[in-house]
């Protein structure tokens, strides 16, 4: 254990830091001790084992070394334009140094006629090449030579460079701390990993992440730190699954009864998909196996998750038992309640709605009537996890639109039982695999990936500013052929206020091309009062309002089949899956939707491929892969409020097949060793140990 005391050790005690400088990395980059620096990995590496002639230099060439003799150092210019300029020969041509800044410092340092290594961007003035503030160094310094061939490049703050804290001198300092004798990484793999793995030492990789003795070696290093980085995430999300799975016994729901069966013979209104039977057949074998159920059910928009979460709740009654599904607003609440107690008309089942409005005696009949078990299912807003609500025997619940869930919100649920619920809980933001990997990784995970026949694809179309008056003729005509237009305008929270006028502008132009009383349109956003917005989007579903302005309120659920056109303003300010989740809105219905996404001229190639690929595709999945890639995992709907994706080397855009692995390789060894109490997974265990007490846990899921 005396390297982890090493790593321990304060950065100030590090040759070359002193207090100043320790002062700037605790506060800059929350560097405290040797162990933080050398996880300040590099962003790149430059390749400085080539060394270039003057003569071969052109404009095309990013950086470049050169080595040559300098001489007439020389003072040019006044005052502001002042700088240092000097130049370099190297037999085959000339160059010219140049500096703008530090020149006091430079001139103090530089020597005539003697002979450096150069590295810079080169770029033609005048026909002479020069390199403004060139990086030097000095061939015949010892100190030097060990940085010549491939230069870590670090990340440093604005600050840290006016006190000449620069990369440079990062690199120094990391250099310094793994000369050190002391110097060694504990192995945390077991070394059979290692082998199948084919991953490189840990003390060689944090070696070589820094400074590779080849671009090889630097690849095996970056594979071996992406690998251990994902890997213990994985070990970390399979161990608490697996913990759970010792806890808690599940319900076992063993038979396919009576409710069940008449539902699906006599009262479902269409053949399921292939997918939401396949679905089905999943969660019934995780039900009736005597463990939990936590599963997490992706669908996209109108792929007809509702209907499969019905059936499922159907088998928990057949066995005594009794459900609830929980949905994020007011507004789908009731539309779950419509759309289930209709399909469930003439069964003998008693369904309740519980919400925030529901009247004080409608609410103490429900509580009594699910405390007594004489309410089967139960649909609610957040009011279902209150403490008052009491079940006489919860044996699912289902969460609905899960991202707009807390978690602890969602552990409430199952606290209610003796033994906990199953928990199906459904999203139509479709998640790239790997991410839900990282992020749902103790879930099971279900995906309906086909839509029901018959559903005609949503035509998207991008527009601009000048084909306006051609898209105002478009909605009269979809109006006239009774339908309903959604239009929706951005809202980022830096111009709230300007947002708002957006909305409101909007609001009033559309007012005047679409004039009352032939026309009614209404108005939801944010800032409204609760009963404001539900009673204006009441309007919209029961059909009395043509045209709904908003602002993306709307993205989550409501489901409006008679709504055909989704008008998108300032297109290009929306994320893809947000694009995504709105067009969903529409194409509920038999009618020909359309997705019609309006920009300004002027757009970024982002935004370009934005709209671009909403045209060309209706697959959620293909487009989250693609946001993914544009945007980053930080930035996905729903991923913010995770400490999981804090990833310091792995990417979850790229590393998808090296995060298959790790994942492959934590499963097999939670599998056959639960509790890493095999001596061959001492180090294993000494270091998870250590991992899952400091790193941030907060996930309940
Ligand atoms: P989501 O997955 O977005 O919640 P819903 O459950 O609201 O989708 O279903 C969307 C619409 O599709 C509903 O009107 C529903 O009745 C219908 N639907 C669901 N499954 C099928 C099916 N297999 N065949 C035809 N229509 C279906
Ligand atoms: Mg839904």
Redesign the pocket.
């Known amino acids: 254990m005396q390297s982890m005391a090493f790593l321990d050790t304060p950065i100030e005690y590090l040759k070359g830091v002193g207090t100043n400088r320790a002062e700037l990395l605790k506060k800059e980059l929350g560097i405290f001790t040797f162990h933080d620096l050398l996880f300040h990995f590099p962003y790149r590496h430059i390749d400085r084992s080539q060394i270039h002639e003057v003569s071969e230099l052109s404009e095309e060439m990013a950086y470049v070394q050169v080595k040559g003799k300098v001489s007439n150092i020389r003072l040019l210019g006044q005052k502001r334009g002042q700088r240092l300029v000097a130049d370099l020969t190297d037999g085959t041509g000339r160059m010219e140094l140049v500096w703008f800044q530090g020149i006091k410092w430079v001139r103090e340092a530089l020597k005539e006629n003697k002979t450096y290594l150069v590295f810079g961007k080169p770029t033609l003035f005048n026909r002479t090449f020069n390199m403004a503030h060139p990086t030097l160094d000095d061939p015949e310094q010892e100190a030097d030579k060990k940085y010549l061939n491939i230069m870590p490049m670090y990340s440093v703050t604005e600050r840290m460079k006016a006190k000449s804290l620069d990369t440079r001198t990062l690199m120094k300092l990391t250099h310094t701390l793994i000369s050190y004798p002391e110097f060694g990484m504990v192995e945390n793999l077991p070394d059979s990993l290692l082998q199948t793995q084919k991953l490189m030492p840990r003390t060689e990789a944090f070696i070589n992440i820094h400074f590779p003795s080849s671009h090889g070696m630097l690849a095996e290093a970056e594979k071996r730190l992406k690998f251990e980085e994902l890997f213990f995430i994985q070990l970390r999300l399979l161990r608490y699954k697996h913990a759970r799975s010792v806890v808690y016994n599940g319900i076992r729901l063993e038979k396919i009864g009576e409710a069940f069966n008449s539902f699906y013979n006599q009262y479902l ?5 292939q997918a ?1 039977k396949r679905v089905l057949k999943e969660i019934r074998a995780d039900v009736k196996s005597g463990k939990q159920m936590n599963r997490l059910l992706q ?10 979460a019905l059936m499922s709740m159907l088998m928990a009654i057949d066995n005594g038992y009794q459900a609830c599904i929980m949905a994020p607003t007011e507004i789908l609440s009731q539309q779950h309640f419509e ?1 289930i107690t209709k399909l469930t008309g003439g069964m003998q089942l008693n369904v309740a709605l519980l919400t925030g409005s529901t009247s004080t005696k409608v609410r103490k009949e429900i509580l009594a009537g699910i405390a007594s078990g004489t309410i089967h299912l139960l649909i609610g807003t957040h009011a279902l996890i209150e403490e008052v609500v009491q079940f006489q025997n919860l044996g699912l619940a289902v969460i ?1 639109e899960q991202h707009r869930f807390g978690v602890e919100q969602r552990a409430k649920l199952w606290k209610k039982n003796q033994y906990p619920p199953h928990v199906l809980v ?1 999203t ?1 933001t479709p998640i790239p695999r790997t991410l839900a990997m990282t992020l749902y990784g103790d879930l099971d995970v279900s995906v ?1 990936d086909e839509l ?4 005609k694809p949503i035509k998207t179309e991008h527009r601009f500013e000048s084909n306006r008056l051609r898209v105002i003729g478009f909605m009269r005509e979809q109006i006239a052929r009774g339908r309903q237009i959604y239009i929706v305008y951005p809202l980022i929270e830096e111009s709230e206020k300007m947002d708002y006028m957006n909305l409101q502008q909007g609001f009033d132009e559309i007012q005047k091309l679409f004039p009352q009383p032939q026309y009614q349109i209404c108005m939801v956003h944010g800032k409204m009062k609760t009963a404001d917005k539900d009673r204006e989007m009441q309007r919209f579903v029961s059909g009395e309002a043509h045209i709904m302005v908003a602002t993306t309120v709307i993205e989550v ?1 409501v ?1 409006v ?1 008679n709504a055909s056109v989704m008008i998108i303003e300032s297109a290009e300010r929306f994320g893809l899956s947000q694009l995504h989740q709105l067009r ?1 809105r529409v194409g ?1 219905g038999a009618e020909q939707s359309y997705c019609i996404l309006m920009t300004g001229y002027k757009l970024g190639n982002d935004a370009k491929l934005r709209m671009k690929t909403m045209c060309d595709t209706n697959n959620g999945f293909e487009i989250a892969e693609i946001d993914l890639k544009l945007r980053g995992p930080g930035e996905l709907e729903g991923t913010q409020q995770s400490g999981v994706l804090d990833l310091r080397i792995a990417d979850l855009a790229k590393d998808q097949l090296l995060l298959q692995h790790a994942r492959d390789a934590a499963r097999y060894i939670i599998d056959m060793d639960p509790e890493l109490s095999s001596p061959h997974h001492s180090k294993l265990k000494l270091y998870f140990d250590a991992y899952t007490r400091q790193s941030r846990w907060s996930r309940i899921s």
């Open positions: 209104p269409f053949e399921l998909t939401q669908g996209d928009v109108g792929s007809g998750k509702t209907v499969v759309t609905d459904m139509a309906i029901p026949a018959g559903r659920g489901n089949p969903g509920r």
